[in-house]
């Protein structure tokens, strides 16, 4: 194209990267001083004044210019590859965007630089990426979000419920049992349910390996033989039913928590009441008797 044709024209050392839109450069402002610096350099060449040598340090824009272009060009993203914008979103949806460690591990990059750039991105690719692509960014990432928010209540929904029994594994049990045509025993469910606290949502096959390793499932071959993904499924289930039970006990504790509110103020009202009462016969008694006195 007409466009290359001319850069080509340009030393290496003048050209511009290519500049996509995830990297934030100022595209339009550099694009104007790499035009400056073309006509200027084509006006040399055209002259005969262009160096025999060190042509690759040849400076055709002023002192000033040429460090606007330069700080322009620092500023810019250029070291992150389209890859490393992909796994940014993927990880942002994974881990949140204020996880900056869990997205530096799965990018590849220092954590330092991750933040810099997540709070670069969220701040400015509104106003720089397609409508489309931003929209599909933000949908990815809030439903990641959604879902760590639920894994987060879950957890601590579990927490709570395990602690409500002083020996969970041998006490604990549900009102909720079966799923995909087997019946889950309340060993069972008591154990995934605990494995569950102790490993953290999502570490299904550490959840697998110590059902394994237990004594008391060693002839459950439907336990043994499920796979950390059919056993996470059920973990989750547990939690859901967990949070669901500590839900209504803590509901059914607030009702009767207001109900033994409402018979105390009664009570207070009704001695309140009643002490007004006394204290009103009383002083008609004695009017009464004041008055026979005096008669």
Same mark, same amino acid.
């Given at each position: 194209s007409e466009?290359?044709?001319?850069?080509?024209?340009?030393? !290496?050392?003048?050209?511009l990267?290519?500049?996509?839109d995830?990297?934030?450069?100022d595209?339009?402002?550099?694009?104007?001083l790499?035009?400056?610096e073309?006509?200027?350099?084509?006006? !040399?060449?055209?002259?005969?004044?262009?160096?025999?040598t060190?042509?690759?340090?040849?400076?055709?824009?002023?002192?000033?210019?040429?460090?606007?272009?330069?700080?322009?060009?620092?500023?810019?993203?250029?070291?992150?590859?389209?890859?490393?914008?992909y @796994?940014?979103?993927k990880?942002?949806a994974?881990?949140g965007?204020?996880?900056?460690?869990?997205?530096?591990?799965d990018?590849?990059?220092p954590?330092a630089e %991750?933040?810099?750039?997540?709070?670069?991105?969220?701040?400015?690719a509104?106003?720089?990426?397609?409508?489309?692509?931003?929209?599909?960014?933000?949908?990815? %990432?809030e439903?990641?979000?959604?879902?760590?928010?639920?894994?987060?209540?879950?957890?601590?929904?579990?927490r709570?419920f395990?602690?409500l029994?002083?020996?969970?594994?041998?006490?604990?049990?549900?009102?909720?049992?079966?799923?995909?045509?087997h %019946?889950?025993?309340a060993?069972?469910?008591?154990?995934l349910?605990?494995?569950? @606290?102790?490993?953290g949502?999502?570490?299904?096959?550490?959840?697998?390996a110590q059902?394994?390793?237990?004594?008391?499932?060693r002839?459950?071959?439907f336990?043994?033989?499920?796979?950390?993904?059919d056993?996470?499924?059920?973990?989750?289930?547990?939690m859901?039913?967990?949070?669901?039970e500590?839900? +209504?006990? +803590? !509901?059914?504790?607030?009702?009767?928590?207001?109900?033994?509110?409402?018979?105390?103020?009664?009570?207070?009202?009704?001695?309140g009441?009643?002490?007004?009462?006394?204290?009103?016969a009383?002083?008609?008694?004695?009017g009464?008797?004041?008055?026979?006195?005096?008669?």
């Open positions: 466009a290359s044709d001319r850069r080509a024209k340009l030393p !290496k050392h003048m050209r990267p290519k500049m996509e995830w990297q934030f450069f595209s339009s402002r550099l694009s104007e790499t035009a400056l073309e006509a200027a350099y084509l006006e !040399k060449k055209a002259n005969k004044e262009l160096p025999t060190n042509l690759n340090k040849l400076q055709v824009l002023s002192d000033e210019l040429q460090f606007e272009k330069d700080r322009l060009l620092s500023e810019g993203k250029g070291s992150w590859s389209r890859q490393h914008y @796994n940014f979103i990880a942002s994974k881990w965007r204020h996880d900056h460690a869990n997205i530096a591990s990018v590849g990059k954590e %991750v933040a810099e750039y997540a709070e670069l991105f969220w701040r400015r509104p106003e720089v990426l397609p409508a489309p692509e931003m929209e599909n960014v933000l949908r990815r %990432v439903k990641g979000e959604r879902k760590l928010g639920e894994i987060e209540r879950l957890t601590k929904a579990t709570k395990l602690s029994w002083r020996d969970p594994l041998a006490e604990l049990s549900f009102k909720y049992s079966g799923s995909h045509g %019946v889950f025993g060993d069972e469910d008591r154990h349910l605990f494995y569950t @606290n102790r490993h949502y999502g570490n299904w096959s550490k959840i697998r059902v394994r390793a237990c004594d008391l499932f002839f459950d071959y336990l043994r033989s499920l796979s950390a993904l056993l996470g499924k059920r973990c989750e289930e547990l859901r039913q967990a949070a669901k500590l839900s +209504e006990l +803590e !509901k059914r504790q607030g009702l009767g928590d207001d109900l033994r509110r409402k018979l105390v103020e009664d009570a207070a009202k009704d001695k009441n009643s002490g007004e009462a006394e204290g009103k009383e002083g008609e008694a004695e009464k008797a004041e008055s026979k006195a005096e008669g």
